[in-house]
């Protein structure tokens, strides 16, 4: 079966192509940086309106590309939240659309599943069961995963997400929008200098909270900050903070489950630091860790497509209404 992914839930539009058994066919990514730049974040109108624009487009490419033509499609699958309503509505209004019109099935997509699920995209997939660190610019979760569809929440941030304290972070460190990659690379020229704290890991719990560690920064960044290099060695203290603190907090998932596995994804799970960091304390737990290629890592139509692929092998079957939810639990 042949599934088209869209992916439409905050500031990219993904489109891709993924074949059960050959993989991933296309896989189009138009990213829209540069239009909420100046406006230091995404702007939400801004966003579904380029959405509306570029999506059709980049669909009929992704057919063309790929020498396929409508009736090759078995399903489509879209991200239906959480996210950006009206650029929910942009994806999941196309999908239905075009599957009544093709008379192919339209499943909706979850979307931190399709982050989630983004390893198995890989050469060398992982296999259940797994625990899966979920760290995006919206969420912070730890995740018992036994299958697909079969998920319990171990953990989750209380407050910010992972990747909005790199964005608010990055914001107080006068870097534009978005954030985290800029402050990583910051950081790439730090010194060790400044002790942060490592929030919430000294009481038991696989729950995060972020936001204590965002005004500790905006604190010493007043207190010290007056070179480049004294913002620098700022970033590399907040960076280590977090990537420890994710590290504790999987290695404890780990152990309380009893399983082997580790999965990282979602947007943050790009960074240097932190993958280094969870990939040394997974090789002395003597578990196997998988993270998706950075490409996958941020958002992206294949791991949509890649969902909505399984749930419909699986025999999943949804009415014909448009679903789009801002706020859904996994
Ligand atoms: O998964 P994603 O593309 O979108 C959401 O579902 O939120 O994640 C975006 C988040 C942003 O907060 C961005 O700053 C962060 O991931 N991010 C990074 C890096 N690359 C992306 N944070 C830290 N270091 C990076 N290299
Ligand atoms: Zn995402």
């Not at 983004?118 to 899966?132: C, D, I, N, S």
């Not at 009481?203 to 204590?212: I, N, Q």
């Not at 290099?229 to 907040?238: G, M, T």
Request: glycine letters at 10%.
């Amino acid at each position: 079966m042949i599934v088209l992914g869209i992916e439409t839930s905050c500031d990219e539009t993904g489109v891709a192509l993924y074949h059960s058994e050959q993989g991933l066919l296309s896989d189009l990514l138009y990213s829209q940086i540069d239009l909420h730049r100046e406006y230091g974040g995404v702007v939400p109108e801004l966003a579904s309106r380029d959405h509306i624009r570029k999506l059709a487009p980049m669909i009929r490419q992704a057919l063309r590309d790929s020498g396929l033509a409508h009736h090759d499609i078995g399903g489509i699958a879209y991200t239906a939240g959480p996210g950006l309503i009206g650029a929910l509505l942009v994806g999941a209004a196309t999908a239905r659309s075009l599957a009544w019109a093709w008379q192919v099935p339209a499943v909706a997509v979850h979307h931190m599943e399709g982050h989630l699920l983004a390893p198995m995209l890989e050469p060398e997939p992982p296999k259940f069961p797994f625990v899966a660190l979920l760290i995006s610019g919206g969420h912070t979760q730890l995740v018992e995963v036994e299958g697909i569809g079969r998920y319990r929440i171990l953990g989750e941030s209380l407050d910010d997400a992972a990747g909005e304290a790199f964005d608010k972070t990055a914001k107080m460190l006068g870097l534009s929008y978005p954030g985290g990659p800029k402050l990583s690379a910051l950081a790439g020229t730090g010194k060790p200098r400044f002790a942060f704290p490592r929030p919430m890991t000294d009481r038991p719990g696989l729950d995060f909270s972020f936001s204590g560690l965002k005004t500790f920064t905006l604190n010493t960044l007043q207190a010290t900050a007056r070179s480049e290099q004294d913002k620098a060695d700022i970033a590399l203290a907040f960076q280590g903070a977090v990537a420890d603190t994710l590290t504790i907090k999987s290695r404890r998932a780990l152990r309380q489950t009893g399983l082997k596995t580790l999965v990282v994804a979602g947007g943050v799970s790009a960074n240097i630091q932190i993958r280094a960091s969870l990939r040394a304390m997974a090789e002395k737990e003597n578990a196997a860790i998988y993270f998706p290629r950075p490409a996958f890592c941020t958002d992206n139509g294949a791991m949509i497509a890649y969902a909505g692929c399984q749930r419909l092998l699986a025999g999943q079957q949804e009415p014909l209404a448009i679903k789009a939810r801002p706020r859904w639990p996994i």
